[in-house]
């Protein structure tokens, strides 16, 4: 049975960091990373596991069309889906202005596109029976922000998170380097 995980929490409260914990020992691991170079951090985690276990995993940075990469691969980690959000807002809109003033029927079709974008992703894992972790950022411990492109990305993602934990078989919430099961 496939294995879905979604792992959410404050920024740098340890989510990528169990994240590349939990497939510590297992080989040819995926890691999309969203960002533009992943965080010296992980990447020497995974170095150290890598070399320690006498395995490899492969690395994406800037990582687009998730669902293609994962193919052929049994594990896999998102990393991170508030990027990956915060950069289809920005392709859609041109601008953090722009997006700033989008109207509710385009940010609904954003929320869409990066809902369907993620479910394709989860169907590749399934259609091999494999086991993918989905990073995010939980932004509803935060004061509403004075940004009005803040205020409408901080909707956008919180309708994602919700709509991508709804279709995880595990969710968890880090709060210092501490995961708790809240599904």
Known sequence: MAKIIFITGGAKSGK???????FGRLDDVMYMCVYDSLERDIADRIKYNCDKNGISWVIREGSRNLSELVKGHKFAILDNLA???NRIVLER???YEAASQMKPEIRKEIEKQITEDIIELIWEVKEINGTL???SVELSFCPVPDSPY???YRKILSNVNQRIANQ???A???VCGIPSKIK
């Open 16 to 22: 990528a960091r169990w994240a590349v914990n939990y």
């Open 83 to 85: 990027e990956y959000t």
């Open 93 to 95: 809109c041109g601008s």
């Open 133 to 135: 972790l989905i990073i």
């Open 150 to 152: 803040e205020k409408v």
């Open 168 to 170: 995880s078989l595990e």
């Open 172 to 174: 968890y919430l880090m």
